[in-house]
């Protein structure tokens, strides 16, 4: 299981619209609207390195709006 959580950052006015889109991309867990550099974070779990690339270089970076992400994976201490 690769656990990984993405920092992704929306055009003015359009952050709602890509919340909802986050929402349904395959493999996310959890997302939540926040304040700071970033705009929304998704959480994000997946069976795969491959799918993981699939689920933010494919659909995520993809939807309209999205200007900019910066994932960070889980690693196991």
Not at 10 to 32: L, Q, Y
Not at 36 to 48: F, L, M, N, Q, T
């Amino acid at each position: 299981m690769v656990k990984a959580y993405s920092l992704i950052s929306a055009e003015p006015g359009k952050t709602t619209d890509v919340f909802k889109r986050i929402k349904s991309v395959d493999g996310v867990r959890g997302v939540e609207a926040v304040a700071g550099p970033y705009d929304i974070v998704a959480r994000i779990e997946v069976d795969s390195l491959e799918r993981l690339t699939k689920a933010v270089f494919g659909e995520i970076r993809g939807i309209p709006g999205v200007t900019n992400t910066t994932t960070l994976i889980v690693v196991e201490l």
